[in-house]
C-alpha cells in the first residue's frame, strides 16, 4: 500500500496527491471531477464514476470446440451472472443449429440480453437492462410469489389428483430460475462498482444478503417442483384422509414460515425472524410423522410420500435460513 502525506493550501484546504499511473489508466485530465465517497469502515472511495454510470464488460466465447449445448448454455448463464455487459461468440468457421439454438433460448429466459448482430461466423449479444430498472426488493417480492403458487399448486395437485396442475408447477421453475440469475447479476455488478451501489441505495454487504435469499427462495421453488414430481405417483392411490391431514397442515406451516420470512425481510423485523425460526422445529416433527405414517400401498407410493415430507421440511429449513439472514443483517442496528 502506497502512503502520501496530508498537505494543507490556503490554510483551510487539506490535499493529497493521487498516483499518476491510476491518473493515467483512468485517462482523467486537468479539472475533471472525482467522486469522493465515505465507506462504512471510516475509509475514502475514489473514483473517475462520479454518475454510477453502467460499466461495459465484454467476454468472447469461441465455440469451435463445443459440442454440448447444455455446457455452452451455462457459459452463456455464468458471463450473465458475472455481469457482462456484451457476449460475443465466435467461430472459425460457421456456427452450426446448435450453437444458434443455445443463444436463441439463453436470450428468452435471461433478463435483458439480447442479439444485437449475427452472421456467419459470429453473434453479439448485449444486456440493455439497467441495475436501477430492477430493484432487489421488487424481484425478491416477485420471486416469493412465483414459489408460494408453485408450493400451492403443487399440494392442490396432489390433493386433487391432478397431473396436469402438478406439470404446470414444473414449467413454471425457470421462471423462478431467470430471477435468480437476475439477483446474483445484479448484486455481482453493485460488488465492483461501489458508485452505482450509492446510486441505487444498496450497498455491497446488503446486494450480498439479497443473493443469499434469492438463492433459498430458488431452493424452495426446486423443492415445490420435487413435490410435483412425486404427485402422480400417487395419483388414485386414495391416501388416506389424515394422512391428507398432516400433509395439508405441514405444507401450511412450511408456507407459513416462508412467508414471514420475507415479511421480516421486507419489514426489517428482527423479533419478527427470530421468532420464525423456532417454528422449524415443529415442522420437523410433523414431517417425520408423516414418514412414519402407515399407507396400505407400499413401494413407491412410500417412497414418493417420503420424498413429499422431506420437501416440505426443506421448504421450512429454506426460509428459516432467510430468517436468519434477516437477523445477521440487522444485528448491526439492534445497539
Known sequence: METRKVQVT???????TLPKEWIRSANIKKNDSLGVMVQADGTLLITASTEGEKITLTK???????????????LLIGAYIMGYTNIIISSKGSIDAMVRDTV??????????????????????????SPTEMPFDKTIRRMHLLVRAMHEDALKALLENDPVK??????????VDRLEWLVARQSNIVLRNISLAKKIGVMPEEASNYYLISRAIERIGDHAVKIAEHTPQLI?????????????K???????????????????????????IDNKKELVEMCEDITDH???SKGRSTIAISYIAESIRRTGEYSGGISEIVINNLIKDSD
Not at 490556503?10 to 493529497?16: A, D, P
Not at 436463441?104 to 437492462?129: C, N, R
Open 10 to 16: 490556503g490554510g483551510s484546504s487539506y490535499v493529497i
Open 60 to 74: 468472447n466465447f469461441n465455440v469451435d470446440d463445443i459440442k454440448d449445448p447444455t455446457y455452452l448454455f451455462r
Open 104 to 129: 436463441t433460448e439463453f436470450t428468452q429466459i435471461a433478463v435483458g440480453p439480447e442479439i444485437i448482430e449475427e452472421d456467419d461466423h459470429s453473434i453479439t449479444i448485449t444486456d440493455f437492462l
Open 166 to 175: 402438478a406439470e404446470n408447477v414444473i414449467k413454471r421453475d425457470r421462471d
Open 236 to 248: 388414485e392411490k386414495k391416501l388416506d384422509a389424515k394422512l391428507i391431514k398432516k400433509i395439508t
Open 250 to 276: 405441514a405444507s401450511e406451516l412450511a408456507l407459513d414460515i416462508f412467508n414471514k420470512s420475507i415479511e421480516a425481510w421486507i419489514k426489517r423485523d428482527i423479533e419478527l425472524a427470530n421468532k420464525n
Open 294 to 296: 402407515p399407507i396400505k
